[in-house]
């Protein structure tokens, strides 16, 4: 018997609402919660056939048997025949690259014909690979989906932002785009070829790479008459769309530090969402005792968040990484928060595992406070941080610990180690746990084509 858990709080929004009871039997694809009356939110379907050992406020738990690796050839309830959008809503799609909002919303209002929908395939954190593995293997599930938000979205134009180095990924798309696909007639879709570096699938680095305009801190693509969503979301799209698939599946990167799998990185397809960290972790080859490695990361190196083996997948998982233990840093350390990267927070959690107190904070210069949160003014280009990093030494800082986007750790390292300040990363030991290049200076253009 394998325990699976529903969180009813996994996008932006309310919480959903409950709709099965403690011993209620579920067939895989029915519903568990409804999306919140009047507010924002989406329901919950269960990934498996089994039944529901309990319901709280917080979550839903299901025990089922016998259950696969992937699901993908797992037969499920179908979503009632309704119009395009109305689907992609009782899906419970929500956006699978970033904080998951309800994609239903995003595309209730049309672009219009001047409009462009743009496919996220940047990949843009270290280590996560499904998406583009994804693209690899079936590019005209993506490519379908792509057709379809951009009819949602009422407008001709579609662009593929994509990393010049996936040159597989963009073979296999041009392959299918030459050919064609049912629904493509009519549409203008292009591909874009995108630097190296990160954070270059953040949103509205995006749209500046691909339109040309430096949206504001506080804009929305729709500013400009675009609409981004990433691969993944795209695919659900068309899964819901066409076959009636509720979202209830997801595609992982496991990697880092497996018992059987040491250093390696591993893609899954759909995954059931619900199943437990410790489950998958298993799956992928067991992990060493809880001393032989630093910490679960869920996500990626950059924007992750420290997990437990307890946890659940949720929609809006992309990776579990098990990293390379936290060496010992010098006694007292300064933060350099980054708006693309780990905020204060997360940031303060590592320096505690680095063994150091946190004796300064200061922020780049360009993450602008927004609300509860920061952003980047113009994400993955900046103007230097030497003057941060004169201020943490002065506040004491023996060492400095960094979050930050390729070019503004290239600004880090022309100044802290002339200062005698170690530079440590908050993507450092998941790096180390697939034995990457750690993010330090860039020392040649190759580097970032």
């Known amino acids: 018997m394998e325990t699976f858990i529903y969180p009813l ?8 609402v409950p709709v099965v009871e403690v011993g209620t039997e579920v067939r895989r694809g029915e519903m568990l919660a409804a999306a919140p009356e009047g507010k924002l939110g989406c329901p919950i379907h269960a990934s498996v056939t089994g039944r529901v050992a309990a319901v709280t406020a917080d979550a839903i738990t299901v025990e089922a048997e016998d259950v696969p690796v992937s699901m993908t050839d797992v037969p499920f309830e179908k979503l009632a025949p309704a119009a395009p959008l109305d689907m992609v809503r009782a899906s419970g799609l929500v956006g699978l690259g970033g904080a998951g909002f309800p994609a239903a919303v995003k595309y209730a209002k049309p672009l219009g014909p001047s409009g462009t929908v743009i496919m996220n395939a940047a990949e843009c954190e270290p280590i996560l690979s499904h998406n583009i593995d994804a693209l690899e293997q079936h590019p005209e599930a993506a490519l379908r989906g792509l057709a379809i938000a951009m009819d949602l979205a009422g407008t001709p134009h579609g662009v593929i932002a994509i990393k010049g180095i996936h040159t597989k990924a963009i073979a296999a798309l041009e392959h299918v785009l030459s050919g064609g696909l049912p629904g493509m007639a009519g549409k203008d879709i292009q591909l874009h070829k995108l630097k190296n570096i990160y954070p270059v699938g953040e949103e509205r680095a995006i749209v500046r790479e691909v339109l040309g305009t430096l949206l504001d801190v506080t804009d929305l693509p729709s500013a400009v008459g675009a609409i981004v969503s990433n691969i993944e979301t795209l695919t659900r799209m068309h899964e819901a769309v066409d076959l009636g698939k509720p979202l209830m599946d997801k595609d992982l990167t496991v990697a880092g530090k497996l ?5 390696e990185t591993l893609i899954y397809h759909d995954v059931p969402i619900g199943r437990m960290v410790s489950a998958m ?10 001393d032989s490695y630093g910490e679960l990361l869920m996500g990626g190196p950059f924007t992750g968040h420290r997990t437990t083996s307890g946890a659940p997948i949720v929609k809006t998982t992309g990776g579990i990484i098990v990293t390379e233990c936290f060496p010992k840093a010098p006694p007292q350390i300064g933060l350099l928060v980054c708006a693309c990267s780990a905020a204060e927070a997360r940031m303060r959690e590592v320096a505690a595992s680095l063994g150091s107190t946190v004796v300064g904070i200061e922020y780049c210069k360009q993450a602008l406070p927004v609300k509860a949160a920061r952003k980047c003014k113009n994400p993955g280009i900046c103007p230097g941080q030497v003057a941060k990093i004169l201020a943490l030494k002065k506040a004491g800082a023996e060492a400095v610990l960094i979050g930050n986007c390729t070019d503004c750790t290239n600004t880090v390292m022309t100044c802290a180690p002339a200062l005698g300040l170690p530079v440590y990363h908050v993507t450092d030991q998941a790096l180390r746990s697939v034995n990457q290049k750690l993010i330090r200076k860039i020392h040649t253009p190759s580097q970032l084509r």
């Open 259 to 263: 018992e059987k799998h040491m250093g």
């Open 281 to 290: 972790l298993d799956i992928a080859g067991g992990t060493m005792a809880e």
């Open 9 to 16: 709080h996994q996008s932006i929004g309310a919480p959903s």
